[in-house]
T-cell receptor, first 117, second 115 residues
Framework: DARVTQTPRHKVTEMGQEVTMRCQPI?????VFWYRQTMMQGLELLAY????????DSGMPKDRFSAEMPDATLATLKIQPSEPRDSAVYFC???????????????FGDGTRLSIL | AQKITQTQPGMFVQEKEAVTLDCTYD???????LFWYKQPSSGEMIFLIY??????QNATEGRYSLNFQKARKSANLVISASQLGDSAMYFC????????????FGTGTSLTVIP
């Protein structure tokens, strides 16, 4: 089965360090989403792309977060500088962007569990 | 207004019994899709079932079925013959609009199956 691949699975680093999370979407999928999940806030959409173009990053703190898709097989989410409040599980998901009537779900990666000390 | 509302933070069900997890949605678009995901304690998000706004029949996938009441804007997940492995968080999500890509997720319901 095709899967969304996220790396690293776990990351522990000190406050102020740069963190880069990577995502390989399922081949052929043209939409990519970044989510953050915490106990307090639940699942939050940070940014998403269609055909590699950013469509919405309003959920992302712009001063420290950035999301890019350098090519169709790689999406990245960077935090610089990182802060303890960024500790969360970050999910990447991909899908076929065909609109509201499509039965195609988003497929999630296993997530990156990030801890900022 | 919230696009997706899940009012049950936690639910308990006896093994082998059926359980209904509630989900209501808010949209003015006639074209939308509703999805349910399962998140076990291991953390991955697993797609379970889909219901389209134009579908005439309730969706079913094995032990999962969707009680779709369009007029009430509800899409409740029914799990029949609960198993211990069904213990997990369950999220309802919606994608709306002919060109919509974004999914709106609810806050989730934690289901515990009691032996």
């Amino acid at each position: 089965d095709a899967r969304v691949t996220q790396t690293p699975r776990h990351k522990v680093t000190e406050m102020g360090q740069e963190v880069t999370m990577r995502c390989q979407p399922i081949l052929g999928h043209n939409t990519v989403f970044w989510y953050r999940q915490t106990m307090m806030q639940g699942l939050e959409l940070l940014a998403y792309f269609r055909n590699r173009a950013p469509l919405d990053d309003s959920g992302m703190p712009k001063d420290r977060f950035s999301a890019e898709m350098p090519d169709a097989t790689l999406a990245t989410l960077k935090i610089q500088p990182s802060e303890p409040r960024d500790s969360a599980v970050y999910f990447c998901a991909s899908g076929l962007g065909t609109g509201g009537r499509s039965n195609q779900p988003q497929h999630f990666g296993d997530g990156t569990r990030l801890s900022i000390l | 207004a919230q696009k997706i509302t899940q009012t049950q933070p936690g639910m308990f069900v006896q093994e082998k019994e059926a359980v209904t997890l509630d989900c209501t949605y808010d949209t003015s678009d006639p074209s939308y899709g509703l999805f349910w995901y399962k998140q076990p304690s291991s953390g991955e998000m697993i797609f379970l079932i889909y219901q389209g706004s134009y579908d005439q029949q309730n969706a079913t996938e094995g032990r999962y079925s969707l009680n779709f009441q369009k007029a009430r804007k509800s899409a409740n997940l029914v799990i029949s013959a609960s198993q211990l492995g069904d213990s997990a968080m369950y999220f309802c999500a919606m994608r709306e609009g002919y060109t919509g890509n974004q999914f709106y997720f609810g806050t989730g319901t934690s289901l515990t199956v009691i032996p």
